[in-house]
């Protein structure tokens, strides 16, 4: 009998230090994502074996530790052991859970952020678009990047002051400019709003803008084709 109460202590223990390494190696999967779908391969045989490096003795000192308690205070010391090992891995999973949660709420926060923003830039582009000047001014009195842009606009990443440019709208541009638009940016076929504004024959709006970049020309003087 009592060989076989040892032989089953040192099966749990066996079990016990396997259980280990395999909860080890899967909470490091867990934590790289790109791993866990596949890429990675070198990787992940990496990983996997530094786990085992650190989780095998850590299994195994969960192994020595079930035997000794056997061996000192039989049965009851191996439930003892194993009661102090199931509330340690109960207490972890509530922390995980804790913090999985924390990190979906941060994760829900900023996504609503992100749509806020999208949406607010959307309105700053149709706000301009429309020629609006009290739209633009609501709009950008929320805090808006002034130069936000989206890259798969169909203008090309245009910003506010390259269609306010493009369109000839005098005012909307100088209200722009006033709050701290640069002129020199470049949309993605390389353009800037003054190079829109002289494409459309809007020389004033051009003009003014050259002077905004600081080229020394003067903005009274328009360019040919000018408003």
Known sequence: MEILATIAVYLIAALVGAVTVIWLCMSAIDRIPNLREGAGGFLLILLLGLTLVV????GAALGIALVYAYR???VVGVGIVLGGLLLL???FWL????QQAHEQAEMREYAALFDRTQHDIESLLNATRAGSLSAVTAVLGRGVFVDSYYTHDPLFGETALMIAARAGNLPLVGLLLERGALPDLRNDRGQT???LARQNGHGTVAALLAHAEGDGRDPAAPAPGAD
């Open 89 to 91: 891995g109960g207490a």
């Open 95 to 98: 922390y995980r859970q804790v």
């Open 55 to 58: 989780g095998g003795p850590v």
């Open 193 to 195: 709003p003054e190079m």
């Open 72 to 74: 000192t205070s039989g």
